[in-house]
Every structure is written in C-alpha cells, then in structure tokens.
Antibody, heavy 116, light 110 residues
C-alpha cells in the first residue's frame, strides 16, 4: 500500500523557520517526481514546489522562491521542505504528493501556522 | 500573469450530468498542459480523479471522464450521486517546471 506521511508542522513566529518531512512507503520513491502542495484555511490548493526523481531539478512557485528549499533523500525514501523567513500567508496545511504528470498520490497533510 | 480559471460553483441533479471546466485567462488549454482533476471533501486530503487530460486514476469510476472541450480542459461527471458533492480542482502545467491549480469548483448535488 502506498503511504505518504507528513510531519513537522507547528506554530512558528513570523520570520521563523520550519522543516517539513514526508516519509514514503509502498512504491519506488526514487523513480517519481515529488511535490508539495499547500492549502490555506478555507482556500484552494496551491502548488508550491517539486523535485525531480534524482534531485537534479527543483521548481518553486514565485511566492516561496528564495525562502523555501525542497530536497529528497532517496536512500531514506523521504522528502523535505525547508521553510525560512516564514510569513503569515504561509499558514496552511502542507501536503506532499507523488507522481509524474500530476498523477498525485497524496499524504494526509501537516499544519503550519505562522503567527505571533 | 496567466490565471487558471474554474467555475466557482455548479449544481447537478442526482443522476444528472455536469461538466466542470478549467481554462486560462490568456490562451487555450491543450493536452500540452497535462490537465489534472482532483476531488476534495471538507477535512480530507485531495483525491486524484484524472491526470494527463483523460487518464483515470486507479479506483476512480468511469462516471468521471476528462477531455479538452474547445479551449478548456473539462471534467464530466455522469450519473451524479450525492457523495459527488465536493470541491473539485484542476491543475495545469505552465512550463518551466511550474504547475498552477485553479481556484476550485464547489459542486452541489440537489
């Protein structure tokens, strides 16, 4: 069974940092693009970042460029999102998702709250 | 900046057919945008219905189908059921490694 389990969400002050993780099992992690998608409270889905299977290419939505870094460890079947200089507008449930051509398998999400 | 557009809300009668669309504020959607469709009920993770325009995800009933209709991607639901009442999102590949979701359509079955 394919499973994606996010962790690391927390309450953090504006300007702070947080590192999200996604542990994957049940499929060949190293073969698939991995993506982070977020959803602010009461809002729609927003594509945030994605990383190529070998980690050689990374892409970000403009609003997080220079602040967020996506990475992966294929030996540990894990995906990460390092989030720095957090802002109130980064408050959201963050989902990790696997799959090429947006054929996403989704995790359950982890909540990030940015507030003083 | 090009925005991905969806109907904010739609309604369908039980057993009826409804088509949700996914367009662009500038230009037409084609298969080169690899459109995907997702269903989400409150408090739940999204569920992938369709990807790469018309490929149904595993376990998705054939009541759900994807296509290109005119200048937009489309998700058609036939034989609508009460539990189809959800939010539906599309996503498009904008090039340069970037994907963009639409704002979502709230579907009511009544």
């Amino acid at each position: 069974e394919v499973q994606l389990v996010e962790s690391g969400g927390d309450l953090v002050q504006p300007g702070g940092s947080l590192r999200l993780s996604c542990e994957v099992s049940g499929f060949s992690f190293s073969s698939f693009w991995m993506t982070w998608v977020r959803q602010a409270p009461g809002k729609g889905l927003e594509w945030v970042a994605q990383i190529k299977p070998d980690g050689s290419e990374k892409y970000y939505v403009d609003s997080v460029k220079g602040r967020f870094t996506i990475s992966r460890d294929n030996a540990k079947n894990s995906l990460h999102l390092q989030m720095n200089s957090l802002r109130a507008e980064d408050t959201a449930v963050y989902y990790c998702a696997s799959g090429s051509y947006a054929s996403y398998t989704w995790g359950q999400g982890t909540l990030v709250t940015v507030s003083s | 900046q090009t925005v991905v557009t969806q109907e904010p809300s739609l309604s369908v009668s039980p057993g009826g057919t409804v088509t949700l669309t996914c367009g662009l504020t500038s230009g037409s959607v084609s298969t080169r945008y690899y459109p995907g469709w997702y269903q989400q009920t409150p408090g739940q993770s999204p569920r992938t219905l369709i990807y790469n325009t018309d490929t149904r995800s595993s376990g998705v009933p054939d009541r759900f189908s994807g296509s290109i209709l005119g200048s937009k991607a489309a998700l058609t639901i036939t034989g609508a059921q009460a539990h189809d009442e959800s939010d539906y999102y599309c996503v498009l590949f904008m090039g340069g490694g970037i994907w963009v979701f639409g704002g979502g359509t709230k579907l009511t079955v009544l």
